[in-house]
């Protein structure tokens, strides 16, 4: 890809230009735009940037992990991995409410990123803002922002006097993804389904317990492993599991079980604005259903839900 490649070139040159000898320090997630915003910058500038990775205890299950191989010994960018998953949930323990999962997942974010940023004496802040997101901060914010606050490293850079660097400002997400390829990260990665800031804390809905955070990691997986074998996670615009604030009555041999249950969400979407419900086959719904109810302990039955946005929204809370 010739417009591309002519793309990494001027993007590295002014990225060059722009920090001198400086320091830049930027938080990755896992996602599309925080990877290929890394690995750019590790193309531009080597170890003078710093990556962070934060461990909010609701990522999904091996995420921790993988996370860090893929940046730093697949994609060799200097990583800081810091374990809050404590701190988090100890914040986070008895919280129900959806909106106050969101701030303190949000605020106890920035609060470990600045310690962070100070502690490294870096000058910039990586932001893997793109186009779109510049527009919708222009014009106000689109109406999803009055229903739910989508916090991702937003509010950070006027607290702490960092410089920001914005290498994916002009940039739409298949470009984004086009860029990532053609800077060899591995495909799963860039084909990977967005993941919201509060993680599983909103798709754990009710109380977030490590018995009830463990259930959902391993239901989640289940899910997105047999999609993944079926070869549809990729027309498939977002898909994980939620699990219910409800206890079900089932029965197992000779008992009664009262147990948790879990709902299985996948959308079809081009903009996540609006998203319609995923035909997903049948046979496919009965083997993760089967799976999930036979080996995650403490689940007795699966749901499929059928709801498009409008007038759902994506996740439940
Ligand atoms: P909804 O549920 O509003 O989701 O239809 C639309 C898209 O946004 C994601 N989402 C979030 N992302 N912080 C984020 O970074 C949030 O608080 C948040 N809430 C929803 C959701 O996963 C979907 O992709």
Same mark, same amino acid.
């Given at each position: ?5 002519? =793309? *990494?070139?001027?993007?590295?040159? $002014? ?6 000898? $400086?320091?830049?320090?930027?938080? !990755? ?22 990556? @962070?990775?934060?461990?909010?205890? @609701? ?17 060799? !960018? ?7 998953? $404590? ?11 959806p909106e106050?999962?969101r701030?303190?997942?949000g ?23 793109l186009?779109p997101d510049?527009i919708e901060s222009v014009s106000h914010k689109g109406p999803s922002a009055t229903i739910k606050t989508h916090h991702n490293?937003g ?16 940039? =739409? ?16 990665? *860039?084909?990977?389904?967005p993941f919201p800031g509060p993680?599983?804390?909103i ?19 289940? =899910? ?13 615009g977002q ?28 959308v079809?979407t081009t903009d996540y604005m609006t998203a319609?419900? =995923? ?12 799976? *999930?109810?036979?080996? *995650?302990?403490? @689940? ?7 709801t498009s946005k409008p007038p759902g929204t994506i996740e439940w809370e």
């Amino acid at each position: 890809d010739w417009s591309m490649k002519n =793309f *990494i070139e001027e993007a590295t040159e $002014e990225i060059r230009k722009m920090v001198g000898d $400086e320091l830049v320090i930027g938080a !990755v997630s896992g996602g599309v735009d925080s990877t290929v915003a890394a690995v750019l910058m590790k193309k531009a500038i080597g170890d003078q940037f710093q990556a @962070v990775f934060v461990n909010n205890g @609701v990522l999904r299950k091996d995420e921790d992990t993988e996370v860090q191989i893929r940046m730093r010994d697949k994609c060799g !960018v200097h990583l800081t991995y810091v374990d809050a998953s $404590e701190e988090f949930l100890a914040m986070l323990a008895g919280v129900t409410e959806p909106e106050t999962k969101r701030k303190i997942i949000g605020n106890t974010f920035i609060e470990i990123f600045e310690r962070e940023a100070k502690a490294s004496g870096a000058k910039f802040l990586l932001q893997g803002t793109l186009y779109p997101d510049v527009i919708e901060s222009v014009s106000h914010k689109g109406p999803s922002a009055t229903i739910k606050t989508h916090h991702n490293v937003g509010g950070l850079p006027e607290k702490m006097n960092l410089k920001l660097v914005e290498p994916l400002r002009l940039l =739409f997400k298949d470009e984004v993804r086009t860029l990532g390829l053609i800077l060899g990260i591995e495909e799963d990665s *860039i084909y990977r389904h967005p993941f919201p800031g509060p993680g599983l804390s909103i798709r754990i809905l009710g109380e977030i317990t490590n018995e009830r955070l463990s259930v959902l990691k391993e239901a989640d997986s289940i =899910f997105i492993h047999e999609l993944r074998e079926a070869g549809l996670y990729r027309q498939i615009g977002q898909a994980f599991a939620v699990l219910l604030p409800c206890k079900a009555v089932g029965v197992m041999g000779d008992f009664r079980t009262y147990e948790e249950v879990i709902a299985l969400r996948a959308v079809e979407t081009t903009d996540y604005m609006t998203a319609h419900w =995923f035909n997903l086959p049948y046979d496919l719904l009965q083997r993760v259903s089967t799976r *999930i109810v036979n080996e *995650i302990r403490g @689940v007795n039955r699966v749901t499929y839900d059928i709801t498009s946005k409008p007038p759902g929204t994506i996740e439940w809370e």
